[in-house]
């Protein structure tokens, strides 16, 4: 169904597409300016691509053919809604507008898939946080979802978590709770690819994709898609209006009521025509800032001067308030 402005304040969630897990394959990826059109949002319905078979080879395997569907739900991303100048101040962390959070961030990073790019991504952010008067912690271990845990961090970063980020088989309950308190408390919570590809399949919804904000996966593509920024937000302020993108996307699987879109992609191919699709948004939850985006699967994403410079760092930054 295409996706419409938000109506109702209730917090419902819906699936807007069946509910096999994404695939996808290794590859380079990045942008290229260009004068794209706005096509207009259709159904990102269609059979799921041919996900990989092993998760060693890197790619999104399907979750069962026979997962529950729910019933869809009106997303946001009228432009009339979006978080126009809601950027946070530079500075320490803690600023005025926020919460006075700890100097560190947590790079969590346990997936049921390998993505050979994330050592490299580590470094990225690593450096990038350390310019910035940052430490931070690279983890695959769940056990640091507790309260106390998190309490160290001013930031969780989820640098693609694929299907079930705190360990295969898990559903990740209490370390999803601890998650959810410590961005309401005013914790930052920022995530890439397919750090929202998870727990397909499973109703309702888990906590750690409502903190999300929504849930990806279903069909996949590969090759170029052309994209656009909706409204205005830090996140997207620098980016140019529209934009092609070379690598791998998710469709959309669920988008919560109170999820800002902030970038959607086309992509046509012979599986699926036109399949537009939301790749990145905003919320807050509590004193919290969450952002997602489904670039990033690999490190020329980050380090690419549109992309990487003019949106997924503006999004870290916003969710430390930097």
């Known amino acids: 169904m295409k996706q419409q402005s938000w109506k109702s304040p209730a917090l419902v969630f819906g699936c807007v597409l069946g509910a096999a897990a994404c695939g996808s394959t290794p590859g380079s990826s990045g942008p290229k300016t260009g004068a794209a059109g706005n096509a207009p949002p259709v159904d990102g319905g269609g059979a799921a691509g041919d996900a990989a078979a092993s998760a060693g080879a890197g790619g999104h395997e399907p979750s069962s053919p026979d997962a529950p569907v729910e019933a869809p739900t009106e997303a946001r991303d009228d432009t009339s809604l979006l978080e126009a100048g809601a950027g946070g101040a530079s500075g320490d962390a803690g600023a005025a507008d926020g919460p006075v959070l700890p100097m560190r961030v947590l790079l969590y990073h346990f997936s049921t898939a390998v993505i050979d790019t994330v050592p490299a991504q580590l ?11 940052y430490t931070s912690d690279d983890s695959v271990d769940p056990a640091k979802f507790t309260d106390a845990g998190l309490a160290a961090y001013g930031a969780v970063a989820m640098i693609n978590t694929c299907f079930a980020p705190f360990g295969a088989g898990q559903d990740g309950a209490s370390q999803s709770a601890a998650l959810q308190k410590f961005v309401a408390r005013g914790g930052g919570l920022f995530g890439t690819h397919c750090a929202a590809v998870t727990f397909a399949g499973v109703t309702p919804l888990p906590v750690y994709n409502q903190v999300f ?63 537009d699709v939301p ?44």
């Open 213 to 275: 904000g929504g849930q990806e996966g279903g069909t996949f593509f590969d090759g170029t898609s052309t994209c656009r920024k909706l409204g205005v937000h830090p996140t997207i302020d620098a980016l140019p209006a529209t934009f092609e993108f070379v690598g791998n996307l998710d469709s959309n699987l669920v988008l919560g009521p109170t999820t800002t879109l902030t970038v959607r992609c086309t992509w046509h191919d012979n599986k699926t025509p036109m399949t």
């Open 123 to 133: 470094t990225f952010y690593k450096d990038l946080l350390t310019s910035w008067g």
């Open 279 to 322: 790749v990145s948004w905003a919320r807050t939850e509590g004193e919290g800032r969450v952002f997602y985006t489904n670039f990033g699967k690999v490190v020329s994403d980050l380090t690419d001067p549109v992309l990487g410079a003019k949106h997924i760092v503006p999004g870290l930054a916003w969710v430390l308030r930097h």
